[in-house]
């Protein structure tokens, strides 16, 4: 599944060579296989930028590899919150991972059974997998503390189900994350994916849609979540130390 010249430059790590494919007008979405999911699985941080840059669907499925309620590229950077935060920054869809068919019926007795199991079986039976089954397998629910306050910087007021809640109540973040769920979010921050999702129909968050508005910098730059930007922070600091 791998047709273009764009996907050998992802798939090789070569910056220089993707850049110069996607300034002369190669798409970034040709391939069966995504680039952008290749990029973020192999931790390019600049290529995931400029793939993201050049409008790739941040919020792709690839059904092969698994079939989950929420986009593909999430999976593969649980364990990076730089990468996570270039993927929310360009439009990633958050409120996806608090969808679920859960309810309060979930009891403690049967939360740890194979979950593996069941996540094959769903998939077996052409369900998709939600977040909340995902995050709580054994080899990822270490993860899930850190991963679910990551995500409540780019959603709204949500709930989660009561087996998420269950995972999480392990964690030591779990008493951020309950104050955060069990409060009303400040209205500033509530207008954040309130107007992004006025912006376009195909990302909760058009980057270049946002940018185009007649809008004050600094406004711009919180509808974009530019403080939460640790890519880039980290590009400037490193500048910056150059200059010296």
């Given at each position: 599944?791998?047709?273009?010249?764009?996907?050998?430059?992802?798939?090789?790590?070569?910056?220089?060579?993707?850049?110069?494919?996607?300034?002369?007008?190669?798409?970034?979405?040709?391939?069966?296989?995504?680039?952008?999911?290749?990029?973020?699985?192999?931790?390019?941080?600049?290529?995931?930028?400029?793939?993201?840059?050049?409008?790739?669907?941040?919020?792709?499925?690839?059904?092969v590899v698994s079939h989950t309620l929420f986009p593909t590229a999430l999976q593969y950077c649980l364990r990076?919150?730089?990468?996570?935060?270039?993927?929310?920054?360009?439009?990633?869809?958050?409120?996806?991972?608090?969808?679920?068919?859960?309810?309060?019926?979930?009891?403690?007795?049967?939360?740890?059974?194979?979950?593996?199991?069941?996540?094959?079986?769903?998939?077996?039976?052409?369900?998709?997998?939600?977040?909340?089954?995902?995050?709580?397998?054994?080899?990822?629910?270490?993860?899930?503390?850190?991963?679910?306050?990551?995500?409540?910087?780019?959603?709204?007021?949500?709930?989660?189900?009561?087996?998420?809640?269950?995972?999480?109540?392990?964690?030591?973040?779990?008493?951020?994350?309950?104050?955060?769920?069990?409060?009303?979010?400040?209205?500033?921050?509530?207008?954040?994916?309130?107007?992004?999702?006025?912006?376009?129909?195909?990302?909760?968050?058009?980057?270049?849609?946002?940018?185009?508005?007649?809008?004050?910098?600094?406004?711009?730059?919180?509808?974009?979540?530019?403080?939460?930007?640790?890519y880039g922070h980290n590009i400037g600091l490193n500048m910056w130390r150059k200059s010296f």
């Open positions: 599944m791998r047709r273009t010249a764009l996907y050998l430059a992802v798939s090789n790590g070569d910056i220089t060579c993707t850049e110069l494919l996607l300034n002369t007008g190669v798409k970034p979405d040709t391939d069966p296989l995504r680039c952008l999911p290749v990029a973020v699985r192999a931790g390019w941080y600049e290529i995931v930028r400029l793939l993201l840059a050049k409008g790739a669907d941040v919020n792709c499925y690839f059904r990076d919150e730089v990468m996570m935060r270039l993927l929310l920054n360009g439009g990633y869809d958050a409120e996806r991972c608090f969808c679920c068919h859960h309810d309060n019926s979930f009891h403690a007795d049967c939360a740890w059974k194979d979950l593996k199991s069941h996540m094959s079986e769903m998939c077996n039976q052409g369900e998709k997998i939600p977040f909340c089954d995902f995050i709580s397998v054994s080899c990822l629910k270490h993860l899930a503390g850190t991963v679910v306050q990551v995500l409540l910087d780019y959603v709204g007021q949500v709930s989660i189900c009561s087996k998420l809640k269950l995972t999480l109540e392990k964690h030591k973040e779990w008493l951020e994350i309950r104050a955060t769920l069990g409060n009303p979010r400040p209205p500033k921050h509530l207008c954040r994916p309130a107007i992004g999702r006025q912006t376009t129909a195909k990302t909760p968050c058009d980057v270049s849609a946002i940018e185009s508005l007649p809008l004050a910098p600094r406004i711009k730059d919180y509808l974009l979540y530019k403080e939460h930007d640790l």
